[in-house]
């Protein structure tokens, strides 16, 4: 059974910076597609950044490419979601988001939320003006 744990989430000021961690738990951390997704009240689920199995790309949607980062520790069954200039439209719900992938599909991106079968409670980010 695969659990996900967010931490790290807050209130912070417009052009700070924040990382948020997601705590793997279950078998086979390194066989898992990992992620994280945001949604803002009245707004639909979106795609912030994504990581593949295998750990040799990242995607990062357009509205947070060049700011946010995404990085996993298989030793430690972590995710990282790195957040810089942080501004007030990221004020969101940050879900941690997993699925398994097949050894054959590594290197695959996933970027969309019915990929993900695996999902956190969620943890508030609060950016002010």
């Known amino acids: 059974q695969v659990q996900l744990v967010e931490s790290g989430g807050g209130l912070v000021q417009g052009g700070d910076s924040l990382t948020l961690s997601c705590a793997f738990s279950?078998?086979?951390?390194?066989?898992?597609?990992v992620g994280w997704f945001r949604q803002a009240p009245g707004k639909e689920r979106e795609v912030v950044c994504t990581?593949?199995?295998?750990?040799?790309?990242?995607y990062c949607g357009d509205s947070v490419k060049g700011r946010f980062a995404i990085s996993r520790d298989n030793g430690k069954n972590l995710v990282y979601l790195q957040m810089n200039s942080l501004k007030p439209e990221d004020t969101a719900v940050y879900y941690c988001?997993?699925?398994?992938?097949?050894?054959?599909?590594?290197?695959?991106?996933?970027?969309?939320?019915?990929?993900?079968?695996?999902w956190g409670q969620g943890t508030q980010v609060t950016v002010s003006t």
């Open positions: 990581i593949p199995r295998s750990g040799s790309t990242t």
């Open positions: 988001v997993a699925r398994a992938v097949y050894p054959s599909n590594s290197n695959r991106i996933y970027r969309y939320k019915e990929q993900f079968d695996y």
């Open positions: 279950g078998p086979s951390f390194e066989s898992y597609a």
